[in-house]
């Protein structure tokens, strides 16, 4: 009788300190928000999308213009650290800044802008080398600004090379330039975005490929692996004012892979994908973060990004893989959850002594005003970028679903008790 009083004894005991301890972490969890929040600034950050988020082609969208005015303050200045995240690159990121400043009345600075082409800013190792871009919009000066300093344009090659762009026939030229045997050799390509006669940039930039870069003096063998090959905003779609989404600049990339496939019987091979869902591009919008709050006198860590966007195969998807990458940015080779396992480190060749780990997770939120649609979307089809296929469905789950980015900044700032 005696040792089983004493066996409940400890049974009751024990289930009292699991109780304890449950309750301890609930409440250091539900306070844990209001601690960051003593000095009465945020230890949160926001990444917005803005196609689909906050306009819609040109066209403001109805809950975006209260909804921005409650991220500054009395002086008009941003009172939360905000980056915009875009994978449109056919402009200058002054120029974005400015749009944003007229669209949402409040004033934009440049450094809160993260282009689909910024992060390239980080891939040093290619800024001497001779490049060819292709896109359009000012793309010689954003290469220029970027950081490259030998750049040749697809236009600049099909005058050079006048003979190879036969598709349209009042275009056809079958005299060729006597300039072809000063031609540089072209050592990487730099896709920015979409371009505006994709049956030009298909037929110049897989001649490329498969010339070594040397179009003048095609080689008798395949060389494989190609040059090194770097492209920006993998968007399969995109939503403009039209009531169905548009072709993006995924959908080039999808035809250059399938094409040069079909020819040379090879994979096309990206030595980085940039802009969303990669990890590199919430890596640099990370960084932005944190020099936006340091900025607005804010010199506490960001312990939490919130990252809004209208498309799962994009904005959600590189939102949760950067959380994932966060969540495991201790474990030695970090590695991409996607069929090319390198890391954030391998692709930038960088010195991560000097990266800012201070950020616990990345959260994805989803709004409903863009290429999203409930009860439309078909979760049997896959618009993710080649290279980071298959994904794991929960990849592309958002974290929060709401309707508008009103109702994403409600919810932020009830989460983390900011007023």
Known sequence: MVALI??????????????????????????????????????FGL????????????KVLPSALASFKRLIDSEGKFRVPTVFVTNAGNVMRHEKAEQLSSWLEI?????????????????????NKCVLISGQGPIVEIA????????ITIDQMRNTFPVLDAVDHKRRISVPCTFEQYFPRIEVIILFGEPVRWETALQLLVDTLMTDGVPAHPTPHLVYPHIPLLACNMDLQWMAEARMPRFGHGAFLLCLENLY????????????????????????????????????????????????????????????????YLSRRNVQESKRIANLERSVEELLVSDTS?????????????????????????????HSPRDFLPVEEKLRAPKFTVQNVANAIDLIFHKEGFL
Not at 47 to 57: C, E, Q, S, T
Not at 297 to 314: Q, S, V
Not at 365 to 373: A, E, K
């Open 107 to 127: 004033e934009v600075d440049e450094e809160q802008v993260v282009m689909a082409h910024s992060p390239l800013r980080m891939f040093q190792q290619y800024h």
């Open 144 to 151: 220029k600004n970027i950081g490259f300093k030998k750049i």
């Open 261 to 324: 496939k079909k020819i040379t019987g090879h994979n096309l091979i990206y030595t980085a994908l940039i802009g969303k869902p990669s990890e590199i591009t919430y890596h640099h919008a990370h960084h932005m973060v944190v020099r936006h709050a340091k900025n607005i006198g804010i010199e506490h860590c960001m312990k939490r990004l919130y990252a809004i966007g209208d498309n799962i195969y994009t904005d959600v998807f590189g939102a949760n893989l950067y959380d994932r």
């Open 47 to 58: 990444l917005f999308d803005i196609d689909g988020v906050i306009v819609r082609g040109k």
């Open 6 to 43: 004493r066996n409940v004894y400890r049974q009751l005991k024990r289930k009292h300190c699991i109780v304890i301890k449950y309750c301890a972490e609930m409440l250091r969890s539900e306070t844990r928000h209001y601690c960051d929040l003593m000095d009465g600034k945020p230890a």
């Open 354 to 382: 000097v990266w800012d780990y201070s950020a616990e997770s990345c959260s994805s939120i989803l709004v409903q005003t863009g290429v999203y649609s409930k009860g439309v979307q078909n979760r049997m089809l896959d």
